[in-house]
């Protein structure tokens, strides 16, 4: 009987084992996460109840991303957004393998040169956040309630192209859902394609 | 360095405008692109013409389809034509799926020729056609790099352009194309689009198709797609997107057999609503919840006790905790060991159902619909346990002693350790636990999840206490063990018999997994356990030398590498059986969702709710016995009950919120609507040993509709 402890050792991992991670959909709880801001710095989405929350995945590398902060149409939407008091978090999912991977200071750095004012921007490294948020591109943009549910998932606007000059004539789809949640009214847009570059995401996720 | 080369290169092909080239051929590193005609009777009013632009790409890149899929963008044609001249749309070649990662798309790799049918008009008179093309199109590796290209050709009008006839034809050959008889209706099934597909060609039959849906923004590109053959009839469920942005009310997708280099288009409109894009939050648990206000936490804490104990009697259970208890009673003698070893063995027991708890609860605040049961919806999960019960089995038989199979120093670091072991044993007694959920279990784990967590965490340690309390009765107070047998040759003869509860727990999972994956992954891991068992009996083997001993040891690894690598692509790869198999086979029953739920209120109608899954020995149970009544279901029929069954076999986000919404977490739950439209009060959930005097006093005021069919047994029934 004694005989057969090792397998208990086994089994705890193995109820660990085989979960898949569940996509975020809109109208419900969006997933908690904690990662770590480009100086280190531990950041919760929870430490954000009670006030609206964008989130932005990014990565320099990515000609749509450079279509959106080359022309400051980004680092515009996020003063905007920050001087409505709402959080604005980008989240960087590329694998450190990948060959587009920036590590934090050059991130930093290039969102420096671009005038980007996000609240944080957080490594996912290991693509665990972006993969519960079923993010897909960059950029790919998210916007959360005070209360933490997910009020938009999508594009940032409605002309899926990397031309900088089809920007004046779309939809900015973060703006107009921010401003109809302020204004206290339904999102009248809470699902769009994301268009962008595929996530490099780590192959362990 | 090589690598810096290529990015600065790729960033130096992204600058926007590449060279507009005065011709017909525009050349990045990554693409070929050439503007062609193909005029056979040369160019005129009425004649047939198409322009078409021909791609190649540099091995490993790729452009997209029509819908791209998770991400890309379809290439993109703008044409500067002469009067009386006008394009059509591109007529797109059948794409392949281009997995990156965790995600799918949809495109091209190698050549390819974007052709599109010219109209001319009897206007038009020209000496040749002179065409102007704005192309765009996102080329990708890991890298993706938006590009574009300007296109001139002129076309002479007075003789035939052949010379890209042999491109033409191929990609007409690769057009996806619609045989006469084919067609399709779709219905949306809560969070799948169900597709069923009649009229293909014989030739397709019994094979595993290529999805590819025409519609961008509708269902996950990347999600598992399930397919079943009923003869000639094709039924697909595919996953809606999560995020979903499009709510069509006709669609267009793509079916490819294997090795087939044109698809088989389908257009069919979609029945049924969609579900809304954005999903109704649950209420929270203190509004909705009228079994948790019903049940207090002291009474959950009673109920998981109970519960706790009974898991003691579970068939898969029962062998490891009688063979502690023999073990134990072995040294009735030393009351101190006793005591000690039976507190070390309810620390274990308690402390895994703790680490258990808190996991499920980590896992749900951070978003994940799982309820009580989540493991075993897991297929490699279900395999692991398979194994697990196997091995156990083989060693309670004696084929192996895992001292013979261990190194020395682990067995002699157990001797000297036996705490330990016992505290191992509660962990192990914890796990083959898992896959028997006991009656009452299901109340108080409902309640346990809607309290605050340290209440959560005290329910299921009270759960761990139950559990465990049997044997701390007998190690505490050594009457009980006294009464037990004395140790003798008999052990061994009980032992062994212990062996065939574990095998019988095998077939069960093997019948689950089945339900899960399919009969060839039940199949496939059946042969792996006659492999395993072989090598089992090869490391178990007594007084052989030490050459024959290796020997057999190096037939018995290859034989399991063998069978493993021919189990493993049913085991992981497998296309997954249809989920609704577990409900289907039985008539009257239908699927769950709550808009049928519902409809069926709004009519006025009774609805009878089974939630069930194949790992759950008590759903099972029940649905054989009482929901297999024939009385009983011929009084639901009379009743014009609606009856509907939810599989939560494998996980299911929409039926766990709609437990959560009953106060539950596990099943089986059964819950009865009255007839009488919505207002009426919340659904009556019924105990989970179900009995059929129990439903039948839950309906007996409903009214009688129709009379039952004539010949059933009910009929008399009917109050």
């Avoid at chain 1, 040169?113 to 790919?140: E, Q, S």
């Avoid at chain 2, 609606?642 to 739950?669: H, K, M, N, Y």
């Amino acid at each position: 009987m004694k005989t057969l402890i090792r397998l208990g050792v086994l089994t705890l991992g193995l109820l660990a084992a085989g979960l898949a991670l569940a996509q975020a959909a809109v109208g419900q709880p969006a997933p908690v996460f904690a990662l770590t801001d480009l100086d280190g710095k531990a950041v919760k989405l929870t430490d954000y109840r009670g006030k609206h929350v964008v989130l932005e995945w990014v990565n320099p590398g990515c000609p749509y991303v450079q279509k959106h902060y080359n022309s400051g149409n980004m680092p515009t939407t996020q003063k905007s957004a920050r001087a409505r008091d709402v959080v604005w978090l980008a989240v960087n999912s590329t694998a450190v393998d990948a060959y587009d991977y920036r590590k934090p200071a050059d991130l930093a750095a290039w969102l420096k040169t671009k005038d980007a004012v996000p609240t944080a921007t957080l490594m996912d490294v290991d693509g665990k956040v972006g993969r519960a948020y079923g993010a897909r591109t960059t950029p790919h943009m998210y916007l959360i309630d005070p209360q933490g549910k997910l009020l938009y998932s999508g594009a940032i606007d409605s002309i899926p192209s990397s031309n900088a000059s089809d920007i004046k004539s779309a939809t900015n789809y973060v703006d107009q859902a921010l401003g109809e949640a302020l204004a206290g009214k339904p999102v009248s847009k809470p699902t769009s394609q994301a268009y962008g570059c595929s996530i490099k995401y780590a192959n362990a996720g | 360095m090589p690598k810096l080369l290529r990015l600065l290169a790729s960033f130096l092909c992204a600058l926007p405008g590449l060279a507009a080239a005065q011709g017909a051929v525009v050349e990045t590193a990554e693409v070929r692109a050439e503007l062609v005609a193909h005029a056979p009777q040369g160019i005129g009013p009425g004649r047939q013409v198409w322009l078409g632009l021909a791609l190649r790409h540099q091995p490993h890149w790729h452009t997209y389809w029509r819908n791209p899929g998770d991400s890309g963008l379809p290439t993109k044609l703008r044409w500067t034509l002469p009067p009386h001249v006008s394009a059509a749309e591109i007529e797109w070649p059948t794409p392949v799926r281009l997995p990156v990662g965790p995600l799918v798309n949809y495109g091209y790799v190698g050549s390819l020729l974007l052709p599109v049918p010219l109209t001319l008009g009897t206007g038009f008179a020209g000496a040749s056609l002179d065409v102007r093309l704005h192309a765009e199109w996102l080329v990708c590796k890991e890298v993706c790099i938006p590009q574009s290209g300007e296109f001139v050709l002129n076309v002479p009008a007075d003789r035939p352009s052949i010379a890209h006839a042999q491109a033409f034809a191929r990609a007409r050959e690769s057009m996806p194309h619609t045989p006469t008889g084919a067609t399709a209706s779709a219905r949306v099934d809560a969070q799948v689009l169900a597709i069923e597909v009649n009229g293909l060609p014989p030739s397709w039959h019994g094979r595993a198709l290529a999805f590819f849906a025409e519609d961008a923004g509708v269902v996950d590109h990347a999600g598992r797609i399930e397919q079943r053959w009923d003869g000639a009839r094709l039924s697909i469920r595919v996953p809606l997107s999560a995020q979903r942005s499009e709510s069509p009310a006709t669609m267009r997708a793509v079916l490819v057999a294997p090795g087939e280099r044109a698809g088989i288009a389908l257009g069919f409109a979609v029945n049924g609503a969609w579900p809304s894009i954005v999903q109704a939050t649950p209420a929270p648990a203190t509004t909705a919840l009228p079994a948790a206000d019903a049940t207090s936490w002291g009474l959950a804490l009673v109920l998981a006790f109970g519960g706790g104990m009974l898991l003691n009697l579970m068939p898969c259970v029962f062998p490891v905790l009688s063979l502690k208890v023999l073990a134990l009673a072995a040294h009735a003698g030393d009351r101190r060991w006793l005591a000690a070893g039976a507190f070390a063995y309810s620390a274990g027991v308690v402390l895994s159902f703790v680490l258990l708890a808190a996991a499920l609860l980590v896992l749900r605040s951070a978003g994940m619909q799982l309820g009580w049961g989540f493991q075993l919806q897991s297929p490699p999960f279900v395999t692991a346990l398979v194994l697990l019960f196997t091995v156990i089995g083989l060693n309670l038989l004696g084929v192996f002693e895992f001292g013979a199979v261990l190194p020395g120093r682990l067995v002699a670091h157990r001797a000297h350790h036996p705490l330990v072991d016992h505290a191992l044993t509660g962990l192990l007694a914890v796990a083959v636990a898992a896959p028997c959920t006991a009656p009452f279990m299901g109340v108080a784990i409902g309640v346990a999840l809607t309290r605050p967590a340290f209440e959560a965490i005290a329910v299921f340690a009270a759960l761990g206490a139950g559990m465990a309390a049997p044997l701390l009765a007998l190690g505490l107070w050594p009457a009980f063990a006294r009464r037990l047998p004395r140790p003798g040759a008999w052990m061994v003869h009980f032992r062994r018999s212990m062996a065939f509860p574990m095998f019988a727990t095998v077939v069960w999972l093997v019948w689950v997994l089945g339900q899960q994956v399919g009969l060839d992954a039940a199949a496939a891991l059946l042969g792996f356990l006659v492999a395993l068992a072989f090598a089992a009996s090869v490391f178990g083997a007594q007084g052989l030398g030490r050459a024959a001993r290796l020997g057999w040891r190096a037939v018995a690894v290859v034989v399991l590498a063998v069978a493993l690598a021919w189990a493993a692509p049913a085991l992981f790869w497998a296309t997954p059986a249809n989920p609704g198999a577990n409900a289907a086979p039985s008539t009257g029953w239908q699927a769950w969702s709550s808009e049928a739920v519902a409809g069926a209120r709004a009519d006025g109608r009774p609805v009878f709710v089974d939630f069930t899954a194949a790992w759950c020995v008590t759903c099972q149970y029940n649905k054989r016995t009482t929901l297999s009544d024939a009385q009983l279901l011929a009084e639901f029929d009379a009743k014009r009950v609606l009856l509907l069954r939810a599989d939560w076999t494998r996980q299911d986000a929409r039926i766990t919120q709609e437990l959560a919404r009953l106060g539950r977490s596990g099943v089986p739950v059964y819950a009865v609507f009255p007839p009488g439209g919505m207002d009426t009060a919340p659904p009556r959930l019924l105990s989970e040993i179900l009995s059929v005097a129990e439903v039948r006093e839950a309906i007996r005021d409903w009214p009688s509709h129709t009379p039952p069919a004539q010949g059933t047994a009910g009929a008399r029934t009917v109050p």
